[in-house]
């Protein structure tokens, strides 16, 4: 361990020294490598102080070359499975992944797997999920007109800051709903639908989100999936049931009124949940729904009574009081994740 510990060393060491290109290069270059293939050397790299002499050429202002920014958020992404505390104590390391999100290169696609490494902490999620910029550069990424590399890092880094149910409004606000479901539209790959859905699943756990969807028919498009001649694989079914359960739970029976207009919704909820050859979560998730909507239509028939104008054949849409947003927690295996 000791020839390792001198081989950081003098590392960090050329990382810090480094004025011209070509030695810069060299030296973020061979710590990309080194931190790929060397498990034992990325904490004492952290500790060293490499976490700073990288980021800073991602800094805003910075002149660095673009392979100089796609070795150092490569550097990064690397460090961080080992060494997340030393990542999130430096200064100025969140926003100058920020910053590389914008850049025209692979530095983006690092710096978004970067960040969901460090949401896998769940304290480090309200932190992340408190700068805008942030969110709203992730979700730009998502609207690119053909998906790429980093449109699945930037789903996977959107679904770690939406297990944090607080961010899931600043979400919303910032046009997540929209982007997520033109994404389903525009690239049916099973695995890109996979990955929205999950993320939507979670951020339909907040009451923000009722009108988000309806402008984008959401719940229709959920619905189709749920459908199992449309297709679709059997965990984007899941999350779609997962996704109405949540909003239903969330948005009350406004969210069940919703569902409810969507022609023939209701059957193929209750066919889902009785269908043996779901999966045994999708069972889960579609008959907890059921139990949702004729629990939620009994209150609206309740205060339909109670106001003196209930009608057995009348959707009451009118605003029930707000719900406690769903606990739901989706495991972290719904979407697979590796490192480059």
Same mark, same amino acid.
């Given at each position: 361990?000791?020839?390792?510990?001198?081989?950081?060393?003098?590392?960090?060491?050329?990382?810090?020294?480094?004025?011209?290109? @070509?030695?810069?290069?060299?030296?973020?270059?061979?710590?990309?490598?080194?931190?790929?293939?060397?498990?034992?050397?990325?904490? @004492?790299?952290?500790?060293?102080?490499?976490?700073?002499?990288?980021?800073?050429?991602?800094?805003?202002?910075?002149?660095?070359?673009?392979?100089?920014?796609?070795?150092?958020?490569?550097?990064?992404?690397?460090?961080?499975?080992? +060494?997340?505390?030393?990542?999130?104590?430096? @200064?100025?390391?969140?926003?100058?992944?920020?910053?590389?999100?914008?850049?025209?290169?692979?530095? +983006?696609?690092?710096?978004?797997?970067?960040?969901?490494?460090?949401?896998? $902490?769940?304290?480090?999620?309200?932190?992340?999920?408190?700068?805008?910029?942030?969110?709203?550069?992730?979700?730009?990424?998502?609207?690119?007109?053909?998906?790429?590399?980093?449109?699945?890092?930037?789903?996977?880094?959107?679904?770690?800051?939406?297990?944090?149910?607080?961010?899931?409004?600043?979400?919303?606000?910032?046009?997540?709903?929209?982007?997520?479901?033109?994404?389903?539209?525009?690239?049916?790959?099973?695995?890109?639908?996979?990955? $929205?859905?999950?993320?939507?699943?979670?951020?339909?756990?907040?009451?923000?989100?009722?009108?988000?969807?309806?402008?984008?028919?959401?719940?229709?498009?959920? $619905?189709?999936?749920?459908?199992?001649?449309?297709?679709?694989? /059997?965990?984007?079914?899941?999350? +779609?049931?997962?996704?109405?359960?949540?909003?239903?739970?969330?948005?009350?029976?406004?969210?069940?009124?919703?569902?409810?207009?969507?022609?023939?919704?209701?059957?193929? $909820?209750? /066919?889902?949940?009785?269908?043996?050859?779901?999966?045994?979560?999708?069972?889960?998730?579609? /008959?907890?729904?059921?139990?949702?909507?004729?629990?939620?239509?009994?209150?609206?028939?309740?205060?339909?009574?109670?106001?003196?104008?209930?009608? /057995?054949?009348?959707?009451?849409?009118?605003?029930?009081? @707000?719900?406690?947003?769903?606990?739901?927690?989706?495991?972290?295996?719904?979407?697979?994740?590796?490192?480059?």
């Amino acid at each position: 361990m000791e020839v390792k510990l001198r081989t950081v060393r003098s590392l960090v060491r050329r990382l810090s020294e480094a004025t011209d290109e @070509p030695s810069i290069a060299a030296a973020v270059a061979e710590t990309r490598l080194m931190s790929k293939h060397d498990s034992e050397i990325r904490l @004492p790299l952290a500790e060293a102080g490499a976490v700073s002499l990288l980021s800073k050429h991602l800094r805003a202002g910075s002149m660095a070359s673009s392979s100089i920014q796609e070795d150092a958020a490569a550097s990064l992404l690397n460090l961080s499975i080992a +060494a997340r505390e030393s990542l999130m104590s430096t @200064p100025g390391l969140i926003d100058a992944l920020g910053n590389a999100l914008k850049l025209p290169n692979m530095a +983006a696609q690092h710096a978004a797997a970067t960040l969901y490494s460090l949401l896998c $902490v769940d304290s480090y999620r309200p932190i992340i999920g408190s700068k805008r910029p942030i969110l709203s550069s992730l979700i730009s990424l998502l609207k690119s007109p053909v998906s790429t590399p980093s449109t699945k890092d930037a789903l996977k880094a959107l679904f770690g800051v939406s297990l944090y149910p607080l961010n899931r409004p600043t979400l919303v606000d910032l046009g997540a709903v929209s982007a997520l479901f033109s994404l389903i539209v525009k690239d049916g790959r099973s695995g890109i639908v996979e990955d $929205v859905t999950a993320v939507i699943a979670q951020i339909a756990g907040c009451g923000e989100s009722v009108d988000a969807f309806r402008k984008v028919a959401g719940v229709r498009v959920l $619905v189709d999936l749920i459908e199992p001649m449309t297709g679709a694989s /059997e965990r984007s079914r899941e999350n +779609a049931a997962a996704a109405l359960l949540n909003l239903v739970t969330a948005g009350g029976e406004r969210a069940a009124g919703d569902l409810r207009e969507v022609g023939g919704a209701e059957d193929t $909820v209750i /066919e889902m949940a009785r269908d043996d050859s779901t999966s045994a979560r999708g069972k889960t998730k579609a /008959e907890a729904l059921v139990k949702v909507l004729e629990s939620v239509k009994r209150i609206g028939r309740h205060d339909s009574w109670m106001s003196g104008s209930f009608d /057995e054949d009348e959707d009451d849409h009118r605003p029930s009081p @707000p719900t406690s947003a769903s606990s739901f927690s989706m495991s972290q295996s719904s979407i697979s994740h590796g490192w480059s």
